[in-house]
């Protein structure tokens, strides 16, 4: 007797399994692209803070994780060209859903970090919110150059 594998059910685990898939790491990781960059540091006290939310991606991994589990969905339903038809609406209707969970499970959440520095100049820098949140009346670092705009606890 043979048993027939739920596609569904097989990309669904798949997804699952490889969504658990991290290499660790130690220290604070820099992108590549700031390495041997100067910075300016300034310091300063944030007086607002707001919460926010980076947008996600989309890419080829939902889009097409979501076509190929649609149209497996869709060509599982009827015979023949019914069956075909199915498959093509469901590969479409897939790849939608498949961008859309993509982009809402790589947002990030974030905050625009208000600091009026030592020389009385206030800045906003948006950044995201990894390193736990900031609060008004902190004492921070911003440091200020190539790559943009960075808030950091002493």
Request: aromatic share 2%; proline share 3%; net charge neutral.
């Amino acid at each position: 007797m043979k048993t027939k594998l739920n596609p569904t059910l097989l990309a669904g685990a798949l997804v699952w399994i490889v969504s658990g898939c991290t290499f660790p790491s130690h220290g604070t990781m820099v992108d590549r692209a700031h390495v041997g960059r100067s910075m300016n540091i300034e310091t300063g006290d944030i007086v607002a803070v707001r919460d926010m939310v980076i947008s996600g991606q989309s890419g080829p991994i939902g889009l097409t994780g979501g076509g190929l589990v649609g149209h497996a969905a869709g060509s599982s339903v009827g015979q023949g060209t019914g069956s075909s038809l199915a498959g093509a609406g469901g590969a479409v209707v897939g790849a939608i859903v498949g961008s859309a969970v993509e982009e809402a499970a790589t947002r990030r959440p974030a905050q625009e970090i208000q600091v009026k520095l030592s020389s009385g100049e206030t800045v906003a820098v948006v950044q995201e919110a990894k390193d736990g949140a900031f609060v008004v009346g902190e004492h921070v670092q911003v440091l200020s150059g190539g790559a943009g705009m960075i808030v950091r606890r002493f």
